[in-house]
Nanobody
Framework: QVRLVESGGGSVQAGGSLRLSCLAS????????MAWFRQAPGQEREGVAR???????YYADSVKGRFTISRDNAKNTLYLQMNSLKPEDTAMYYC?????????????????WGQGTQVTVSS
């Protein structure tokens, strides 16, 4: 059974940093693409960053230069280093995975999701 478990969320002041982790289990092979999405209250879930198995990375414009996505395939773990956090980064952050080829931006194309971890940034 495929499972994604996020950790590392919390409350931080603006300008601070957090590192999210997502432990993946139950896969026969490492997912081709893993991603972070976020959802603020009353808003749609949006893509934050994604990384393919070849190391290619993609970022939303709103987080470029502040967030870094990485993955450790040996540990089956996805990371999101978040620096210079802003109040508008406050959201529930979700890990997602896709086992087929491609690393699309659309959340509908990811078949596996974690339960989420809350990030709250105060001004």
């Amino acid at each position: 059974q495929v499972r994604l478990v996020e950790s590392g969320g919390g409350s931080v002041q603006a300008g601070g940093s957090l590192r999210l982790s997502c432990l993946a289990s139950g896969y026969a092979n490492n997912p081709y693409c893993m991603a972070w999405f976020r959802q603020a209250p009353g808003q749609e879930r949006e893509g934050v960053a994604r990384i393919a198995s070849n190391g290619n990375t993609y970022y939303a414009d709103s987080v470029k230069g502040r967030f870094t996505i990485s993955r450790d395939n040996a540990k089956n773990t996805l990371y999101l280093q978040m620096n210079s956090l802003k109040p508008e980064d406050t959201a529930m952050y979700y890990c997602a995975a896709r086992t087929t080829y491609g690393c699309p931006a659309s959340r509908q194309l990811y078949g596996y999701w974690g339960q989420g971890t809350q990030v709250t940034v105060s001004s």
